[in-house]
């Protein structure tokens, strides 16, 4: 069998991205708060989350957002879960075990499990997790 690339190009981030929101959006736990409460523009928000990734995993600058504020935003109204960030980084990692494997692979899922760890203690009422 042909062993799976890296994720190291720009373009395999934004088709990570793709795939992983498909996921969201089909999810139990996650669509409630991506489609029915903060009703986002998917245009938008897939070009931004490829620039996150691809600056925090790739050196690539062109994110310039900030996740915490508007996180908290969401959270203050509906709490966020610990189930829902359980959730989050579990379709984030198999998404990328499905398409990518590599020292690149390995990390954007140790930083997705770290950054969902802070999240859940610094967002405004969310649920703290514990990573497990
Ligand atoms: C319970 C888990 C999570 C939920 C329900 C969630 C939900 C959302 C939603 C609905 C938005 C759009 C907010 C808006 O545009 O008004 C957003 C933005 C964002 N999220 Fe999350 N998120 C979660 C976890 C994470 C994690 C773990 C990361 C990073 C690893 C992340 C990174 C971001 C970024 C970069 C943005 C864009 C911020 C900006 O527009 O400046 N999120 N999130």
Known sequence: ???LPDLDQPEQIAE???KFYERVREDDLLRPVFVDQANINWDEHL????????KLELGI???HGAPTPKHSALSSIEPFRA???SRWVEL???T???GWQGPHADSVKDRARMIAQVQSRVVRGAEPWDGA
Request: include cysteine; hydrophobic fraction near 45%.
């Open 1 to 3: 069998m042909t062993p």
């Open 16 to 18: 990570l991205v793709a």
């Open 47 to 54: 070009p931004k989350l490829t620039a996150f990734w691809c």
């Open 61 to 63: 600058p062109g994110f």
């Open 83 to 85: 189930e829902q960030f």
């Open 92 to 94: 984030f990692h198999d």
């Open 96 to 98: 990328v075990d499905r």
